[in-house]
Nanobody, 121 residues
Framework: VQLVESGGGLVQAGGSLRLSCAASGFTFDDSAVGWFRQAPEKEREGVSCISTSDGSTYYTDSVKGRFTTFSDNAKNTVYLQMNSLKPEDTAVYYC???????????????WGQGAQVTVSS
């Protein structure tokens, strides 16, 4: 399994970024792909998840209405569109995958290398 994130960067508060997670090595269209983030000196937290088999999505409360996750199964890629970014969204963002399960059953064991997102005030 290989997951490669891209699209991180520096943006001002209120701005937008789109992260990509390109996946290979597993059955992408029957999997759960989650986005997680870890800020300095904080624990890793789950941000969102998408079940690629049916497109169902889940979000942590702090990003609902601002972030959207979606998949392009033809490209084996999951995206995280982040709008109305806040300084507290600053973190390293990771994607993770779990094959043959939806988000509610996933036990994520495959992780990407991470992408830095920095939101300035």
């Amino acid at each position: 399994v290989q997951l490669v994130e891209s699209g991180g960067g520096l943006v001002q508060a209120g701005g937008s970024l789109r992260l990509s997670c390109a996946a290979s090595g597993f059955t992408f269209d029957d999997s759960a792909v989650g986005w997680f983030r870890q800020a300095p000196e904080k624990e890793r937290e789950g941000v969102s998840c998408i079940s690629t088999s049916d497109g169902s999505t889940y979000y942590t409360d702090s990003v609902k209405g601002r972030f959207t996750t979606f998949s392009d199964n033809a490209k084996n890629t999951v995206y995280l569109q982040m709008n109305s970014l806040k300084p507290e969204d600053t973190a390293v963002y990771y994607c993770a995958a779990y094959e043959a399960a939806g988000c509610l059953e996933a036990d994520f064991g495959s992780w990407g290398q991470g992408a830095q997102v920095t939101v300035s005030s």
